[in-house]
């Protein structure tokens, strides 16, 4: 896929769009900072069609945003390490007067969720899926060494999506 374009949105996220062949979905990748180091060049490797919005976020909060905005067919969640599902969790309301200019408010209960690609693995909490889940969004947690292969494979399971 090809990276054709680059911003930053009111939170304060970085995110880029990468477009591969016409047709296809659209998909979303989220990672946070600290994790989204090589995605870019993970992205760019993949063969397919439709369009990727990479998406840096530091909170939940700009992560429904691109989701609303983007409205993918699924959610790649970047996270330490790849997880077949998850508990229920509550997050901490907080209020984020630093990122972006705006002040915003985050927080609240999320639900259970389980990877949408079937893969066996260990259970584990992830704010980000909980949150993807409670948008209504398919989502699969994986290691950033592995988004490339995940979308990819995701891809092939889906009519149209390769």
């Given at each position: 896929?090809?990276h054709?374009?680059?911003?930053?949105?009111?939170?304060?996220?970085?995110?880029?769009?990468?477009?591969?062949?016409?047709?296809?979905?659209?998909?979303?990748?989220?990672?946070?900072?600290?994790?989204?180091?090589g995605?870019?060049?993970?992205l760019?490797?993949?063969?397919?069609?439709?369009?990727?919005?990479l998406?840096?976020?530091?909170?939940?909060?700009?992560?429904?945003?691109?989701?609303r905005?983007a409205?993918?067919?699924?959610?790649?969640?970047?996270a330490p390490?790849?997880?077949?599902?998850?508990?229920?969790?509550?997050?901490?309301?907080?209020?984020?007067?630093?990122?972006?200019?705006?002040?915003?408010?985050?927080?609240?209960?999320?639900?259970?969720?389980?990877g949408?690609?079937?893969?066996?693995?260990?259970?584990?909490?992830?704010?980000?899926?909980?949150?993807?889940?409670?948008?209504?969004?398919?989502?699969?947690?994986?290691?950033?060494?592995?988004?490339?292969?995940?979308?990819?494979?995701?891809?092939d399971r889906?009519?149209?999506?390769?």
């Amino acid at each position: 896929m090809q990276h054709t374009r680059t911003w930053s949105d009111v939170y304060g996220s970085a995110l880029a769009l990468f477009e591969g062949r016409a047709g296809g979905h659209a998909w979303l990748v989220a990672a946070p900072p600290s994790l989204a180091g090589g995605l870019a060049e993970e992205l760019a490797g993949v063969d397919g069609k439709g369009r990727v919005t990479l998406v840096v976020h530091d909170g939940l909060t700009p992560l429904l945003a691109a989701l609303r905005e983007a409205d993918p067919r699924g959610v790649i969640v970047v996270a330490p390490s790849a997880l077949s599902g998850g508990p229920a969790i509550s997050v901490p309301e907080r209020v984020v007067a630093d990122a972006g200019g705006v002040e915003y408010r985050e927080g609240g209960e999320f639900p259970a969720w389980t990877g949408a690609d079937g893969a066996g693995g260990p259970l584990g909490e992830c704010a980000a899926a909980s949150a993807a889940a409670q948008a209504g969004a398919a989502v699969v947690v994986v290691g950033p060494e592995n988004v490339g292969e995940a979308l990819s494979a995701w891809m092939d399971r889906t009519p149209h999506g390769r």
